[in-house]
């Protein structure tokens, strides 16, 4: 969508903030020996606190109200009671809900307690490469430009991007135009960024995988060469300067 007045701003900061809180405290909640269901529906009840409606759910008919997925699973993973956390768990979080008409979408990968497996170099890379792509997004600004800073920042730190994910508009539903905005530079790609439009902007940074493929159960997606991804979004709206963060708790990143 694009900002057009106030009170669509407005409805867009309280659907941003309610996703964002939802997310900020299932990470917080998160524990060993917790099941994804119970950790995915500690977030429905927070949703639910502030009037939101899952998005995935509503959309889609996702089997569950918010996306978790564990380890090797690269996204979309499914909430399940024989699915039990560990320690050192590489876990990612995704949050995307509808207040009041409003749609708005983030989402987190981080490690579960003690860094066993090693796993936090990649959470960070991700982290770090979307800030930056983040504050290089303005008006005019070429989207497979952004695409090609997430690649090369992400070969910088020796990791890889998954070419078949990427970000796309949001505000009046969950997927919006622009789609498609790829975490590498597709030179057909001659679109820009227009001033006070919505969009989802997300890594997916891995370790040796470059395809996503879908497991058998309709909705989780692997690595196509096995490995690890981890994925950091936020929703901002689009200016002349440095973008407005909706997701941002307290005006601070995750």
């Given at each position: 969508?694009?900002?057009t ?17 939802t997310?900020k405290e299932?990470r ?10 119970a ?6 009840e927070?949703?639910?606190g502030f ?7 509503l959309?889609?008919?996702?089997p569950?109200y ?10 979309h993973g ?14 990612n ?5 509808e207040?009041?008409?409003f ?12 860094d066993i497996?090693?796993?936090q ?7 770090e490469?979307?800030h ?15 695409g090609?800073?997430m ?5 910088k ?12 508009g949001v505000g009046?539903?969950?997927?919006e135009?622009p ?12 679109r820009?960024f ?12 891995a ?7 879908e497991?058998s159960?309709g ?17 901002i709206v ?5 973008p407005?963060?909706?997701?941002a ?5 995750n």
């Open positions: 969508m694009s900002i007045k106030e009170a669509e701003l407005t409805g867009m900061q309280k659907a941003g903030e309610a996703v964002a809180y997310l299932m917080a909640y998160a524990q060993p020996g917790m099941s994804t269901k950790l995915d529906q500690f977030g429905a927070i949703l639910a009037g939101a409606k899952s998005a995935p759910y959309t889609y008919g996702f569950g918010t996306c978790i997925s564990v380890n090797n699973e690269f996204c499914i909430p399940s009671d024989k699915r039990i956390l560990q320690e050192g768990d590489l876990i979080i995704d949050v995307s809900a207040l009041n008409g749609w708005a979408d983030n989402g987190g990968s981080f490690v579960l307690g003690n497996h090693q796993h170099r990649l959470v960070d890379a991700s982290r490469i979307l930056k792509a983040i504050d290089n997004i303005r008006g005019g600004v070429k989207i497979a430009d952004i090609y800073l690649e090369t920042e992400a070969k730190k020796g990791f890889k991007v998954i070419k078949n994910l990427g970000g796309h009046r539903s969950l997927h135009e789609g498609d905005l790829l975490n590498y530079k597709n030179r057909y790609d001659l820009r227009k001033k006070n439009s919505v969009v989802a902007i997300e890594t997916f940074i370790t040796a995988s470059t395809y996503a493929t497991l159960d909705w989780t997606m692997v690595g196509d060469k096995g490995g690890y991804m981890a994925q950091h979004e936020h929703t689009v200016t002349d300067g440095k407005v963060i909706l997701t708790m307290n005006g601070i990143l």
